[in-house]
C-alpha cells in the first residue's frame, strides 16, 4: 500500500571540477605538447635520457611531509593503506608527489647498481600540492625537470644553467627577454656568518632569527634596499598595515648586507671581486664564491655571457636542500597584472644542487644538481608575449549527403589520413546539412568535402574553403580574395591533390 508520498529523486552529481583543479582543452593541450617537445629536444641533446616515475609515492620516499595522527595532510594529497602489518599499524602511507625531485632521488637510490654514474634524466608531467587555492594558483600543475645525479663538479651545475638557457630560447623566449640568475646558498651562508646569524659548529644557533633575514635577502628585488633593511633590522609594516617581524640586526649590519648584494654587476668578474672583498673573512662564503667563479669561466668559454646569465648575490630560492649553486630563470618584459599596472613577468624556472637529498636513503652523499620549469607559468609567458603555439587548424571535414554511402565517404576520409592530412567524417545527424558545416566552423576546419547525388554521377567531390568564407564574411571588400573561389569541384581522383594545394594556400 503506497504512503502518497513520491519518490525521492536521485541528487545528481555537480559537474563541475574540484576546487583549485582545472581541464584543459585542445589548443592548450596542443601548446602544452609543443613546448615540452621543444624543451625536451634540448635536453635530449645534452645527452640527457627521459625518465617517468609513478604519481603515486610513499610519504617515507617523499620526505617532506609525514603522517600526522590521522593523515598526512600537511602539503601532499595522502592516504593510508587499508591492509599493513597488523590492525593497529594500517598499511603504508601514500601521497601524490608534490615534485619530480624527489622521486628522482627514490630512483637513484633504488637502482643505484644499474644506472651510469652520473645519472642525466629529465621529466615532465603533472604534481599535485594540498594547499589553498587562489588566482593563477592550482593544486595540480605541471613541470619539466633536468637532473645530474652523481656529479660534483660545479660543471654540472654551468651545463644545467646553459641548457636551460637553450631551452627558455626553444621554447619562444627571444634573447633579451629572460636572464638566469646564479648564486650560491654557500655565499648566503658566507652573509650570514659574517653578521653573527650563522655558527658552523651549531646549526640551530639564531635559526628563526637566520631565516628572516634569509627571506628578507630573498625579497630585494620587489622590496628594495629599504625595505629589506626594515626587515633585517627591528621589521617592517607593509601598505595594508600588516607588521612582518625584524631579523634583530643593527643598522650598520643590516646596510652591509644590502651593500653586498648589489654587488649585482653587469660583468661577471665584477661581481666577484665585489664579492669576494666582503665576505674574505668567511671560508663558507669564499668556497661559494670560488665555484661562482668557476661556473661563470666555464660558462663564457660555451659564449654564455651576462646577457643570458648572471651571478646575483640576492637569489635565495626557497627549499632547504640546496647546498651549493642556486639558480633561477627570470623573464624580464613586461606585462599588465589584473589592475593595469605594468610588472615583470618574474621567474619561470628554478633549481640548484641538493648533494644530501638521495643520503636520506643510501646513507652516503651522493651529488646531484638540476633545475624545474613551471610549465604553466612558462606558457602563459609565451601567451602574454603573442609567442604561444598558433592555434593549431581542425580536421578536414568530410560531410555526409547520403547515409547510404558511409563507405565511400569513409574511403575519402581514409585517402586524406594516409597522405597525412587531418580529417574526419561527420558523425553526427546528417538531416541538416546547415549543421555539419556549423560543426566544421566549430571545429576550425580549412576545408569542408562534399559529394552529393550530382557530384557523385559525374564522379567529382565540391571542397569549400571555409577559411576563406570566414575571411569574406568578416570583410567582402578583402582584394586579396578576389581571385580565389570559396569552393571548386575537382574530379573525385584528385582529391587529395586538390585538398593539399588549398591547404598550401594558407601557409
Known sequence: MSDGKKPKAERRPRAETPRGFRDYFGA??????DMLAAITDVYHRYGFDPLETSAVETVEALGKFLPDLDRPNEGVFGWQ?????????????????????????????????????????????????????????FRQFYQCDADTVGAASVAADA??????????????????DYVIK?????????????????????????????????????KIDRLGQSGVEQLLTAGRKDESGDFTDGAGLEYLQAQW???????????????????????????????????????????SAQGYGPDRIILDPGVVRGLGYYTGPVYEAELTFEILDEKGRKRQFGSVAGGGRYDDLVKRFTGQAVPATGVSIGVDRLLAALAAKGRGAAVSAGPVVVTVMDRDRMADYMSMVGELRAAGIRAEVYLGNPKQFGNQLKYADKRASPIAVIQGGDE?????????DLILGSQIAQNATLEEWKDRPAQVEVPRGDLVAAVQKMLGGWK
Open 182 to 218: 646564479v648564486n650560491n646558498r654557500k655565499v648566503l651562508d658566507g652573509i650570514m656568518e659574517c653578521i653573527g646569524l650563522l655558527d658552523p659548529e651549531n646549526v640551530d644557533f639564531k635559526a628563526n632569527e637566520r631565516g628572516i633575514a634569509v627571506r628578507a635577502i630573498d
Open 159 to 176: 651545463e644545467i644553467c646553459a641548457m636551460l638557457a637553450d631551452a627558455l630560447e626553444a621554447a619562444g623566449i627571444e634573447r633579451g
Open 456 to 464: 557523385t554521377a559525374k564522379g567529382t567531390v565540391v571542397l569549400k
Open 81 to 137: 593503506e587499508n591492509e599493513g602489518e597488523s590492525d593497529q599499524t594500517g598499511g603504508d602511507w601514500l601521497a601524490l608527489r608534490y615534485d619530480l625531485t624527489a622521486p628522482l632521488a627514490r630512483v637513484a637510490a633504488q637502482y643505484r647498481n644499474d644506472l651510469p654514474t652520473p645519472y642525466r634524466r629529465y621529466a615532465f608531467g603533472p604534481v599535485w600540492r594540498n594547499e589553498k587555492p587562489g588566482p593563477g594558483r
Open 28 to 33: 592548450e593541450v596542443t601548446a602544452r605538447r
Open 257 to 299: 648586507v644590502t651593500t653586498v648584494l648589489k654587488q649585482r654587476l653587469e660583468d661577471n668578474a665584477a661581481t666577484i671581486a665585489g664579492l669576494r672583498s666582503h665576505l674574505s673573512k668567511s671560508p663558507r662564503g669564499m668556497e661559494g664564491i670560488n665555484e661562482l667563479e668557476e661556473i661563470a669561466e666555464l660558462l
